[in-house]
């Protein structure tokens, strides 16, 4: 049993019979009360964040979350489609409020990490960093460093990223999915 001190930002726990992890914590101590620690959680299968005050009292059984490797394939009206990576019929579908802001970093053909609870896929993890070829980018001029050097580009998967100056079209980057800034050229055209 998890403890209100043990749960800090990471830890997976079960709360009204659902997985939840934790987003961030603060131990907050009032005159002459006892101590809580006000936290903000995340359901792992809504994605929904809430805010919860936890006391001495209170314990929780930890989550036990299965992580294993799957491929997207593609996303077709909101729905995104993966498969394991030893056997391609084995496949699932994730939807877009279900992924949350990670569907955008989506592209065909990447392995990530399905999260498994109670033997349903609830949510997956993405690379901390991940290569895309860089479709459309403005052209450089010279002296063209009065907005501190940066340009929007498009990546193959139609995201728009402010990218340094030296980036040209054709060349692959890697994002960090975390921040979702750019993070390295990895190829020159």
Do not use: C, W
């Amino acid at each position: 049993m998890l403890t209100y001190t043990d749960l800090t930002k990471g830890t997976t726990f079960i709360f009204n019979g659902e997985p939840y992890e934790v987003i961030e914590t603060q131990f907050v101590r009032m005159q002459q009360r006892k101590p809580v620690v006000q936290a903000k959680i995340r359901n792992l299968i809504t994605g929904k964040v809430v805010p919860k005050t936890l006391h001495q009292s209170d314990a929780f059984q930890e989550a036990e979350i299965e992580k294993k490797d799957a491929v997207f394939v593609y996303e077709h009206r909101g729905a995104f489609v993966f498969y394991e990576p030893d056997d391609k019929n084995k496949r699932f579908e994730l939807s877009e409020e279900t992924l949350g802001e990670q569907a955008k970093f989506l592209k065909p053909n990447i392995t990530i990490t399905r999260l498994v609870f109670k033997d349903m896929v609830i949510n997956i993890a993405l690379p901390i960093k991940i290569d895309y070829k860089v479709k459309e980018a403005p052209p450089n001029f010279k002296g063209d460093t009065a907005t501190g050097g940066n340009k929007l580009v498009t990546l193959e998967n139609e995201m728009e990223i402010t990218v340094p100056m030296f980036i040209n079209e054709g060349d692959t980057i890697r994002i960090n999915t975390q921040t979702g800034a750019y993070s390295e050229r990895v190829e020159k055209k």
